[in-house]
């Protein structure tokens, strides 16, 4: 006889709200529906009540790990209505910057996914490792959560001082190579509890749409940062990371991949930061008529924002779609035939965000 | 940019020129599009669903812009709902039933055939279609706010 078991939507894998309706027989999970909208916000009819300089701090606050990105995609969007050239200086920051968001947002995941395991040691060594990413984006922006760093034609902020950052950023790295890289790709307890478990098949991924490292576990080389280049990619010779095992533990190594790939991004772009201005001598408060898309690889995966001008200093529309708009349905394909036990670690898998989700 | 895909979009029921408007990026506006035919074709292409973009019309209408990738090219198909509706692309694409399910949500508009067209960001008991409110200079006028 099935057992309808329903998780959520408060519940002990993630500190956001959504729910797990899980159906069962005995041990082995036979389908999965998930339920969202518990933190529904409505950011994008918000949107276009504010003019675009009260944009930028509204879409800041779609999420709490990835607000850099939001800010940036949108501001992408505006200049590329306006066809406004973004200073060298400024997209060497703003590359800086979300691949420090990634790192951060990478370490946060590992250790959440440690904990679900049990693996209390490996999520206290993470979250320390952690820590030193967030005095780094403090160092930086003067902030932990939401920086401020993007306005439309640049940067807010310049890095006063590459040097403080380069060697932080080294000592992360050393962090990432001694402890996370292998433990998760060598421990017993990290394979045991993620090799073979929440297949998401090739024909699936692209079925679902999935992005991000979702994807790239699946097998799918697919990357904003490659794919449609932006800020200073080019210039740094961005490096996918694909594995083709499909499972969590794909998933973890591609993060885990990841993590020093951006380490690698940051010092580059450090050392080769070119002079010049921020950002334009003037604020940008209207935008000309027109319509733009632009996509950005944020931790999670690809975010996408549709923005419309009528050429006053509101927006038609604002469309925000999130990378876990399109991940969290998934987990009903990874879960089919999974035991009961490992639905924690699958749906962590997804690194799901509600904040995005229900924006 | 995939030269027979371009041709074969065009060739679809209801379709229009493509337009060009940046080295990627391709648009297409043909109110009456074929919107299963179009996912039908993108599935076998192995191009993905990105996203649905949906902007309220005037006279209770609805544009739906229909944003997929495939490699390094974006299609971004515009197409216009009657009396509201389109059909659902869900069965044939999974990543639509959600996007779907949220525009229901928000415009109130329905997608015929969709294998689960329960609200998904919002109570049911609440109406559907609260983001149709005008934006930009219109809406400030409609709201009656200065500069």
């Known amino acids: 006889m099935p057992y309808r078991i329903p998780i959520g939507p408060y519940h002990p894998a993630l500190e956001e709200p959504y729910k797990l309706n899980i159906q069962s027989k005995g041990e082995i999970v036979e389908d999965v529906s998930v339920e969202v909208g518990f933190v529904h916000r409505a950011i994008e009819l918000l949107a276009q009540r504010r003019n675009y300089v009260q944009d930028l701090v509204l879409v800041e606050r779609v999420c709490g790990i990835c607000s850099n990105i939001h800010t940036l995609t949108f501001s992408m969007a505006a200049e590329q209505i306006a066809s406004i050239r973004v200073p060298d200086r400024a997209r060497y920051i703003r590359t800086i910057m979300a691949e420090l968001e990634r790192l951060h947002s990478h370490l946060l995941w590992a250790g959440v996914g440690s904990e679900d395991i049990g693996f209390q040691t490996m999520f206290m060594e993470i979250y320390a490792l952690r820590e030193k990413v967030m005095d ?108 083709d095992t499909c499972d969590v533990m794909a998933r973890v190594v591609v993060r885990a991949l990841e993590m020093l790939e951006s380490c690698r991004l940051i010092e580059k772009a450090l050392l080769e930061l070119p002079g010049g201005p921020l950002r334009p001598s003037e604020l940008v408060t209207v935008i000309p008529a027109g319509e733009a898309v632009a996509r950005v690889e944020a931790p999670r995966g690809e975010v996408v924002y549709y923005l419309k001008s009528d050429g006053s200093d509101t927006p038609v529309r604002v469309k925000i779609r999130t990378p876990s708009d399109l991940n969290i349905p998934s987990v009903r394909a990874m879960a089919r035939g999974q035991a009961l036990g490992d639905m924690a670690i699958i749906q962590a898998s997804v690194d799901p965000c509600c904040s995005c989700t229900d924006r | 940019m995939n030269e027979t895909l371009e041709t074969r979009l065009e060739t679809l029921p209801g379709a229009a020129a493509l337009e060009r408007r940046a080295a990627h990026e391709l648009w297409m506006t043909a109110p009456a599009l074929d919107v299963t035919a179009l996912a039908a074709l993108m599935l076998e292409q192995g191009a993905r669903l990105s996203t649905m973009t949906a902007l309220a019309l005037e006279g209770g209408e609805t544009e739906v812009i229909y944003h997929y990738i495939l490699g390094q090219a974006g299609y971004h198909l515009r197409v216009h709902t009657r009396s509201n509706c389109l059909p659902s692309v869900a069965p044939i694409t999974a990543a639509a039933d959600w996007i779907e399910r949220e525009i229901m949500d928000l415009f109130a508009v329905t997608f015929i055939g969709h294998p689960n067209p329960a609200r998904l960001l919002r109570p049911a008991q609440l109406e559907a279609g609260y983001f149709r409110e005008p934006g930009g200079a219109a809406g400030k006028a409609a709201r009656g706010q200065q500069d």
């Open chain 1, 136 to 243: 780094v984006l403090e160092i930086i922006s003067g902030n932990r959560v939401n920086y401020s760093m993007n306005c439309i034609g640049g940067v807010n902020r310049d890095i006063t001082d590459p040097d403080t950052v380069l060697a932080a950023v080294r000592e992360i790295r050393a962090g990432i190579e001694k402890t996370i890289i292998p433990i998760f790709t060598a421990n017993r307890t990290i394979l045991a509890r993620t090799r073979g478990v929440g297949v998401l098949s090739r024909e699936d991924a692209v079925a679902y749409g999935v992005v991000g490292p979702i994807a790239r576990a699946s097998g799918l080389a697919i990357d904003v940062r490659q794919d449609f280049s932006y800020a200073a990619y080019e210039e740094l010779g961005f490096k996918i990371v694909t594995q």
